[in-house]
């Protein structure tokens, strides 16, 4: 069974960093493009940050630019986000997801177009 397990959520401070990890198993997501997701409670899910299946490019909301980092190692199957300078704003779940289609140039910012997805991991970040 394909799965996407992510880990490294929890409570921090505001101005605090954490790592988020997402492991796969069951199948390979190294030819896929990669991306980040967060829901807080009673908004829509919406677009965190994405990479290339290869790394070499990568795509952030503009809530997030310049404090998160997003990065890939294929040898592991893994996918992190670096969180840094956080943001009681930032407070929600936070999913990966892999892009439906293997080897194809994308950073789609669309959830419909990303068909894996991990079960989540609560980030919470106080003031």
């Known amino acids: 069974q394909v799965q996407l397990v992510e880990s490294g959520g929890g409570l921090v401070q505001a101005g605090g960093s954490l790592r988020l990890s997402c492991a796969a198993s069951?199948?390979?997501?190294?030819?896929?493009?990669m991306a980040w997701f967060r829901q807080s409670p009673g908004k829509e899910r919406e677009f965190v940050s994405a990479?290339?299946?290869?790394?070499?490019?990568?795509r952030y909301a503009s809530s997030v630019k310049g404090r998160f980092t997003i990065s890939r190692d294929n040898a592991k199957n893994t996918v992190s986000l670096q969180m840094n300078s956080l943001k009681p704003e930032d407070t929600a779940v936070y999913y990966c997801?892999?892009?439906?289609?293997?080897?194809?140039?994308?950073?789609?910012?669309?959830?419909?177009?990303?068909?894996?997805w991990g079960q989540g991991t609560q980030v919470t970040v106080s003031s």
């Open positions: 997801a892999a892009y439906s289609i293997s080897y194809y140039y994308t950073l789609s910012q669309n959830q419909h177009d990303y068909h894996t």
């Open positions: 069951g199948r390979t997501f190294s030819s896929n493009t």
């Open positions: 990479i290339t299946w290869d790394g070499g490019s990568t």
